[in-house]
């Protein structure tokens, strides 16, 4: 079983440490890169047609390869013959799970959307953890995949940001993130303050997404245990 670890002991590079002129996000390359900075790793998961983990984070190639439409369409095989915008491979589960040293945690972030069955995937990503030897947690921003990861595994549960759910709708889902479901919460940025008052409550530690610059990352440090970052020096946001 993948080992449980302090969230606040790591800073973590969102989808690895890319950058515009070299690796890209949720690449091997991004994410090993961060693994020798020292650092955790978000990273996303989502299922190929026929129900492999692979990372990449969007719904559809477009934005992130040469080829167009639905991720899900595709087979493992399929998926990695694509090659990313700067020449490198989509990569599966598997293939993460290997390569990496497991010095530093790997948070994996299970994406589902079109037509992911949130239970049978979160079990699938859960399975691969479950034979995994180093630090890494699962978490989603669906409550039924990470209902579904087994037992024993580090896990977490992400909520959308306020401004996009509403204030009510927002509230609700937050009053629902207890530690007998999960063993922190991740929150955009914009809603750490409220996220800390819930979580000091709970007694669980939470993580922000994504902090983009370093006027937002000192900001915060006081406030979340932990954050996603991306676009600066890791130095700025690696625990003191």
């Not at 800073?11 to 890209?24: E, F, I, M, S």
Request: with cysteine; hydrophobic share 45%; aromatic share 8%.
């Amino acid at each position: 079983m993948a080992e449980p670890f302090v969230l606040s002991d790591f800073a973590y590079a969102h989808r690895g440490l890319w950058t515009p002129d070299g690796p890209v996000e949720n690449s091997l390359e991004a994410c090993l890169a961060a693994a020798r900075a020292g650092l955790g790793i978000e990273f996303d998961v989502r299922p190929s047609s026929d129900g492999i983990a692979m990372v990449f984070h969007d719904e559809v190639l477009d934005r992130m390869t040469a080829e167009t439409g639905l991720f899900e369409a595709r087979t493992a095989a399929e998926l990695e013959a694509i090659t990313l915008i700067d020449g490198c491979p989509i990569i599966s589960f598997a293939t993460l799970l290997e390569a990496w040293p497991a010095t530093t945690p790997l948070l994996c972030e299970i994406k589902i959307d079109g037509a992911t069955d949130p239970s049978a995937f979160g079990r699938t990503v859960g399975a691969q953890l479950a034979e995994y030897a180093g630090p890494a947690a699962a978490m989603s921003f669906s409550p039924t995949a990470v209902k579904n990861l087994p037992p024993g595994l580090m896990r977490g549960q992400v909520i959308a940001a306020c401004h996009k759910l509403g204030v009510e709708t927002f509230n609700k889902h937050l009053g629902k993130i207890t530690l007998d479901h999960a063993d922190y919460f991740a929150c955009h940025t914009s809603d750490a303050a409220q996220a800390r008052q819930h979580a000091t409550a709970q007694g669980m530690p939470v993580i922000a997404w994504t902090v983009r610059d370093i006027e937002t990352c000192q900001r915060l440090k006081p406030i979340v245990d932990a954050q996603m970052f991306e676009g600066f020096d890791p130095i700025f946001v690696k625990p003191d």
